[in-house]
């Protein structure tokens, strides 16, 4: 019997804490500042392939931010295309952002029970690193593509 307590124990201690994890890492979704800082991020059942200049995705749930593009520009002026899909299959809210060398966030998409397709060009005209997260709360369930013109795609 005490062994069995012990086990059911350990399992909600796991639970609690992986909730707890979700829970700090949803204020990401909402906050440029930590939005544009480092990836932190809580994730299960996810799949990542590159093919070409394809990034193809799919999270089961994710909650907090992760790159999943980057581009180191020499502030050439390059001009990069991206083209992406965008569908969430939960209650949970996820989002593509642009990060500039700034730190500057812009929003490219925000997942919805529709696919969304579309293209976002830029020229990317500052010296430094440009990357794209991923970013989701609420254990968003969300897949997509992201091609891109330029740039390397994460290796999940």
Known sequence: MKKHL????????VL???????TINDAI????ASLA??????KMYATATTRGRT??????????AETIWTYRSDGNGTEVTLQYTLEETNSGSAKLVLIDPDDTVIT???????RQEDTYSFTADDSGTYCVKLAG??????????SYSHGTA???
């Open 6 to 13: 012990a086990i059911l124990t350990a399992g909600l201690l």
């Open 16 to 22: 609690s804490l992986a909730g707890c994890d979700a």
């Open 29 to 32: 979704y909402d906050s440029d």
């Open 37 to 42: 800082g480092g990836d932190m991020y809580s």
């Open 55 to 64: 990034f193809t995705f799919s999270r089961g749930t994710l909650s907090g």
């Open 108 to 114: 490219i998409a925000e997942a919805s029970a529709t």
């Open 137 to 146: 709360k609420e254990s968003a369930a969300v897949s997509g593509t992201l």
């Open 154 to 156: 994460s290796t999940d």
